[in-house]
């Protein structure tokens, strides 16, 4: 399996390519292409956040304990004294980043769903929600953000895959088809984990942001004219516009 | 014993999950406002005057090549929004909405491209502009 170096570099990569082509196709604004990039980058390394001692669980659980702490803060900004704030923000910081994550070491086992794609639609669409509910954004943003956590996701199950491939040896390594897949099926407890799984990316679909904007930005025939429109210099002089 | 310490934690956080979401209040609808109905009309203040060009004078600045599309408007029409939950989701503005489809051409000019807009308005004055029919915090209320 790759590791954490490599997973960054081609997470960030990928995201920086997909991100620069909306921009250029105009679905998203230059500071939504920044959120958009390290949300992709950020989606690249979330998978390994169910390994006890890789550098993803820490960076994942640190980045997830600010955004908590913020949103606790603007919530209470309000009423509470800045000494109660800070406080409270000692607090909750200290509960996820140290107390959740022991828990999170001590239930989670590497390469089990977390390396999935149903689990990577599910970090998606509560991404999509939050931004759409918590932060206003409209539908197309919302999802844009929403598919950048789904893609960089993938990028990094496509990447595990590829890294149990051994072209050198010529042989398939044991963790071949443990990182994208569909469900997993090992023991009892795995049918409740898969059948919840899926019945979360159903639910949180029927809360989601409506998804008509993102379906013809990115998935209709105008969407490929578009793309279309703005992939080779539309005058035929390159660089010299 | 850690298989079902894990399965209870899944259905806590599942549960957690989908009781922090209020589903069912926040579905755009166009039956009725909230409890604010006694408040009524007067809350809404005057539909917006000369709104169309208001409308396209605000896009210009705000889209690019915005001065020149083609725009469609609807007639305006009340409605409210609430605040996003992470401010506290009370309602934070109420007024007329107007629905505009903007058709913009791309940067080479050789395409348009069509995108719906909800344009908010206080008064005469535009207070913030939505792409999209719909928001899961907004409420169309009618005419």
Sequence with gaps: MANFNTHFVVGASASAGISGVLLSMEIIAPTEAVMAFLLGTFGSLMPDVDADNSKSIGIGFTIISFLVTILAMFIKSSTYSIAEMLIMAVVIFSFIRFGLISIFRKISRHRGMFHSIPVAFIWGIVTAIVMHLMFTLDGLVSWVYGLMVIFGYLVHLILDEIYSVDLGNRRIKKSFGTALKLFRLRNSSDIYQNILIYISLFALMSIAPDTSLVKEALFSKEAWINFQDVLLPYDGRWFFH | ?143
């Design chain 2, 1 to 143: 014993m850690i298989t079902r310490y894990k399965f209870i934690i899944i259905i806590t956080t599942s549960i957690l999950l989908f009781g922090c979401t209020p589903v069912s209040e926040l579905k755009p609808s166009t039956v009725k406002p909230p409890i604010i109905t006694s408040a009524s009309s007067l809350d809404y203040g005057y539909p917006p005057q000369r709104y169309k060009e208001k409308i396209k004078r605000y896009f210009s600045n705000k889209l690019s090549r915005g001065a020149i599309s083609k725009y469609t408007f609807s007639k305006p029409h009340r409605a409210f929004k609430r605040k996003g939950l992470a401010y506290g989701g009370t309602v934070s503005w109420r007024g007329w909405l107007v629905d505009v489809d903007i058709s913009t051409p791309s940067r080479t000019g050789r395409i348009y491209s069509s995108k719906p807009y909800m344009v908010l308005f206080k008064g005469s004055v535009i207070v913030e502009d939505i792409l999209g029919r719909n928001h899961k915090l907004l409420t169309r209320v009618g005419r």
